[in-house]
């Protein structure tokens, strides 16, 4: 997969331009503020439906705009030319097409344009709390299984219910005999999602592991083992992982051990007014020679583990559905040692379309891919240089 060109306009800084890019290898040059960022942002906004950074629409429309506008151009596998249009407003409207037909829901983009994107936030994936590993799973697992994404969506919005439940009963506005009743009914549905989440994360675990151990050796010439594990906040579903994980498969029998496990703590939940147990408490350990990275890791050993988690996930993508994603590097060069920057360079564009946004030239120097273009940015305007200057 590959995007072939774009058209911006009143996106952030960036001044309303049309660009062609290469296939392979695309650098932006720039100091910092000028706008690369920005540039990455509006080229990755549409494979997630929303900004990479999390950022509110107001934030993204230029200075004095009403509205944004940007249009992709990208090439599928199969060769076939697909057009990727988003639109947003000052009102908090979003506008999505593709080949020019509305998309109405945003889990109907996922999977249309592959993408993985790297900053110096990546680390977080290692180092920070579980949910940057969470939410990392589940991005992973839903593109590549539209069950996921159905069962993941159809928690969330049951587990909301739930909460809204335990809170009104916490404050006496619902009565114990019948609040009690719904909780039950909440816990058998929830269970029934919460199985599909466990299983699809306990399958995307020992799936990437391989993937991202290979990479890991090949970034660092370490044989050290690299693990991706999964840990199940459900007592039930851990010692099924622990004893026999092919039990995970038997759809009736797990959903009714995690409803009964979510029932038999539900006075403690009354009393605390909140939910106390299920997928959306689920941790994942990133381990290199049996040691948890987060807890024994070095800064030059998170970030390396990071990096190889994140190229993984194109290779299972790979794996599971034969696409290639985009792979974006937003300023993290300078985070790694020069050997290893060079070797992921090297790794990154051998199979896949990479941008590279870097504000050191130095990052770059003396790697010379075939079909390299050279973008430099400033004060939001973007253009084509043929050689570093």
């Not at 037909?101 to 983009?109: A, C, G, H, I, N």
């Amino acid at each position: 997969m590959r995007i072939v060109s774009a058209t911006i306009s009143s996106f952030r800084n960036l001044q309303e331009d049309s660009f062609e890019f290469s296939p392979r290898v695309n650098i932006v040059l720039g100091r910092n503020g000028m706008g690369k960022t920005n540039f990455l942002e509006a080229l990755n906004f549409f494979a997630l439906g929303r900004s990479h950074q999390g950022s509110k629409i107001e934030e993204m429309i230029a200075f004095a705009g009403d509205s944004l506008h940007v249009r992709l151009e990208v090439e599928e596998e199969s060769g076939h030319l697909l057009q990727c249009e988003f639109g947003l407003d000052n009102n908090g409207g979003r506008r999505f097409r593709l080949d020019g037909e509305p998309v109405t829901r945003r889990t109907d983009l996922v999977g249309r344009l592959s993408t993985v994107f790297f900053n110096p936030d990546s680390i977080a994936l290692v180092r920070g709390g579980p949910s940057h590993r969470r939410q990392f799973v589940d991005q992973s697992q839903a593109e590549i299984d539209p069950l996921y994404l159905a069962g993941l969506t159809a928690f969330n919005r049951t587990l909301k219910q739930k909460k809204g439940l335990l809170r009104d009963m916490k404050r006496r506005l619902v009565g114990n005999g019948k609040g009690k009743d719904e909780l039950l009914a909440w816990n058998k549905e929830l269970a029934t999602y919460a199985a599909v989440i466990c299983r699809g994360r306990h399958q995307y675990a020992r799936q990437i592991s391989p993937f991202a151990a290979d990479s890991h050796q090949q970034l660092t010439d370490n044989d050290s083992k690299f693990d991706f594990v999964y840990h199940s906040n459900l007592k039930t579903v851990q010692n099924i992982i622990c004893e026999d994980s092919e039990k995970l498969s038997n759809k009736m029998e797990i959903e009714a051990e995690i409803s009964s496990e979510l029932n038999y703590i539900i006075e403690d939940e009354i009393q605390r007014g909140r939910p106390l147990l299920g997928p959306q408490f689920d941790d994942f350990e990133v381990r290199l020679s049996g040691l948890d990275l987060r807890v024994f890791g070095s800064q030059g050993e998170t970030r390396t583990a990071a990096v190889s988690l994140i190229l993984a996930r194109g290779d299972v993508l790979f794996e599971r559905r034969k696409i290639r994603p985009v792979l974006f590097f937003d300023d993290i060069f300078s985070e790694l040692d020069r050997e290893r920057s060079q070797r992921l360079q090297k790794m990154a564009s051998r199979l896949h379309q990479v941008f590279i946004a870097t504000a050191r030239q130095d990052d770059v120097e003396g790697w010379h891919p075939d079909q390299r273009k050279i973008w430099r940015v400033s004060d939001g305007r973007i253009s084509e240089i043929t050689q570093e200057s």
